[in-house]
């Protein structure tokens, strides 16, 4: 079931400052660049896209893609960090090498098996087709009378 963003009714544009112009917030992050020291200008505040969902008109589908890509992501560097913890270990530790390279390649083993197995469950993608609602009238039980 797909989420619709409430602050532009699903419309991707902000339409809730004075006179159907965009809101200040939404202003604003328009004006704010991905880029430091930098903003982008702005002639009129009518028809930025909304600074809720960036446009979208849809929140499900960000939410799904984030919670689909943080957990690979911080597997690999944790096999990132674990690969170099032993790189530096084995240069500069004489002692104890095989019960740090066990506990270490234990981990590393055990993150990549989990990710790359198969054995965790990603979210299901979001349906984009909605069922109507029956009004109460709609889903009475009741036979149709017969009269002649």
Request: proline letters at 7%.
């Amino acid at each position: 079931m797909a989420m619709d963003c409430r602050h532009c009714e699903a419309t991707g544009t902000c339409s809730n400052g004075a006179g159907g112009n965009s809101c200040d917030s939404c202003a604003q992050k328009a004006r704010d660049s991905h880029f430091p020291f930098t903003r982008n200008k702005i002639v009129s505040t009518k028809g930025l896209p909304c600074g809720t969902c960036q446009g979208y008109g849809d929140v499900e589908v960000r939410v799904w893609n984030l919670q689909s890509t943080i957990g690979p992501i911080l597997g690999l560097l944790l096999v990132g960090v674990v690969l170099l913890t032993i790189a530096g270990i084995a240069a500069t530790s004489p002692a104890h090498h095989s019960q740090i390279l066990t506990l270490l390649g234990t981990l590393a083993g055990s993150v990549v098996g989990f990710y790359f197995k198969g054995a965790h469950t990603l979210p299901k993608v979001p349906q984009t087709t909605r069922t109507p609602r029956l009004s109460p009238a709609a889903s009475t039980t009741e036979p149709p009378s017969t009269a002649a």
